[in-house]
């Protein structure tokens, strides 16, 4: 069973605008949540991680938004760049897998036009 | 480069035949995970090592398929009597040693099974 979902499978952003990409979850014993960015060709890259006991942390353009009543969490790029452009996917962890397995999200791609 | 790095990078092989990946980890790293990719999905969860102990399996990984991580160190994935359902993107993922160490991953290994 899906516990990750991203609903949205792409995104179109100008250069320069905010990005916004959605995730929600299934299971509440979730307590770990990670973004990855993967180009092609490439392994996932960590970006930006957030715990259950904050609903926001911020990285530079990065900022990682938690909503848990709504089991509901997205990932903010301010300002988009072109460089931007690749797949983002959301990981979750925690309770009975307390031990670090993650599960993803199917993935949003992103492409930042100029 | 002391990332994380597999091997190969790319395999075709007969459905029938045996193949073998291999993951070298970040050498400071404890833990090591494998994860399968198929087209428009996120990674999934293979199996994990904490050094050289194999702690858990998912219920995805059949008989066929058999991990292992002497030593502690590099770790081998190897697939029995191939099936053309088994063609994926296999990869790896090394952490320090804690649940919420970020995992790094690998640029992968693409199977396809003819």
């Known amino acids: 069973d899906q516990q990750v979902k991203q609903n949205s499978p792409s995104l179109s952003v100008q250069e320069g605008r905010i990005s916004i990409l959605n995730c929600d979850y299934t299971n509440s014993m979730f307590d770990y949540f990670l973004w990855y960015k993967k180009y092609p060709a490439e392994g996932p890259t960590f970006l930006i991680s957030i715990s259950s006991i904050k609903d926001k942390n911020e990285d530079g353009r990065f900022t990682v938004f938690l909503n848990k009543s709504a089991k509901h969490l997205s990932l903010h790029i301010v300002p988009s760049q072109p460089g931007d452009s690749a797949v983002y996917f959301c990981a979750a962890s925690g309770g009975t897998d307390s031990w670090g397995k993650l599960q993803f999200g199917a993935g949003t791609q992103v492409v930042v036009t100029p | 480069d002391t990332g994380v790095s597999q091997n190969p990078r790319h395999k075709i092989t007969k459905r029938g035949q045996n193949v073998t990946f291999r993951c070298d980890p970040i050498s400071e790293h404890n833990r090591l995970y494998w994860y399968r990719q198929t087209l428009g999905q996120g990674p999934e969860f293979l199996t994990y090592f904490q050094n050289e102990a194999q702690l858990e399996k998912s219920r995805l990984l059949s008989d066929r398929f058999s991990a292992e991580r002497p030593k502690g160190s590099f770790s081998t994935l190897e697939i029995q009597r191939t099936e053309q359902g088994d063609s994926a993107m296999y990869l790896c993922?090394?952490?320090?040693?804690?649940?919420?160490?970020?995992?790094?991953f690998g640029p992968g290994t693409r199977l396809t099974v003819l």
């Open positions: 993922a090394s952490s320090l040693g804690g649940p919420r160490d970020t995992q790094y």
